[in-house]
């Protein structure tokens, strides 16, 4: 059974930069699982930011970024703004099936 | 415009089962898969199971193996996802969402509440 593990919580500060991390129970992450990221913010569906490790959409602001990092996919923001406070969630593919990370909380304080 | 409608609220009793249903339309590509997610009060996302409308092809996570039952209605381009046996740590929000793992494919509904109490 995949177990995909984020930090619980992050605090950054206005204007400061911070990296979320997703990490798989079983083997490093890698391209091969297309890691996703999403953000959700109270009583809304999850919105897309990152897909295919490091891919943006359309509405995604520049300061948003992904990457690996030492066998994780990393979600970066910098110059973080008041309203980035939300959930963000990691989901990782493999063999057909999906997994969500366990959600980091970021507080912009 | 694509748009993901999902059908009502439902409150059913343990041991039961509910159907909640996702009406696409508006989506061009014959290609996509349709996936079911799921958040309880209060915590993380829970991915459950996807759907590929043209091939009704299907995969499920290992933990709703025997429990879930995902179609679709070509006539009414509706997607639904039945889950039986219902407990209550089955109380939930279930989304659909329309996701790609290599496009820039990222559509959701706005969720179905599903309470399962005695």
């Known amino acids: 059974q995949t177990v995909v593990t984020q930090e619980p919580s992050l605090t950054v500060s206005p204007g400061g930069t911070v990296t979320l991390t997703c990490a798989s129970n079983?083997?490093?992450?890698?391209?091969?699982?297309?890691p996703n990221w999403f953000q959700q913010k109270p009583g809304q569906p999850p919105r897309a930011l990152i897909y295919s490790t490091s891919s943006k959409h359309s509405w995604t602001p520049a300061r948003f970024s992904g990457s690996l990092l030492g066998g994780k996919a990393a979600l970066t923001l910098s110059d973080v703004q008041p309203e980035d406070e939300a959930d963000y969630y990691c989901?990782?593919?493999?063999?057909?099936?999906?997994?969500f990370g366990t959600g980091t909380k970021v507080s912009v304080l | 415009q694509v748009q993901l409608v999902q059908s009502g609220a439902e409150v059913k009793k343990p041991g039961t089962s509910v159907k909640p249903s996702c009406k696409e339309t508006?989506?061009?590509?014959?290609?996509?898969?349709i996936h079911w997610v799921r958040q309880a009060p209060g915590q993380g996302l829970e991915w459950m199971g996807k759907?590929?409308?043209?091939?009704?092809?299907?995969d499920h996570a290992q933990k709703f193996q025997g429990r879930v039952t995902m179609t679709w209605d070509t006539s009414t381009t509706t997607a639904f996802m039945e889950l039986s046996s219902l407990r209550s740590e089955d109380t939930a929000i279930y989304y659909c969402?329309?996701?790609?793992?290599?496009?820039?494919?990222?559509?959701w509904g706005r969720g179905t509440l599903v309470t399962v109490s005695s």
């Open positions: 989901l990782l593919y493999s063999g057909g099936a999906y997994v």
């Open positions: 969402a329309i996701l790609a793992r290599t496009t820039a494919t990222d559509f």
């Open positions: 508006g989506y061009t590509l014959t290609h996509y898969y």
């Open positions: 759907i590929n409308p043209s091939g009704r092809v299907t």
């Open positions: 079983t083997e490093p992450v890698t391209s091969g699982h297309y």
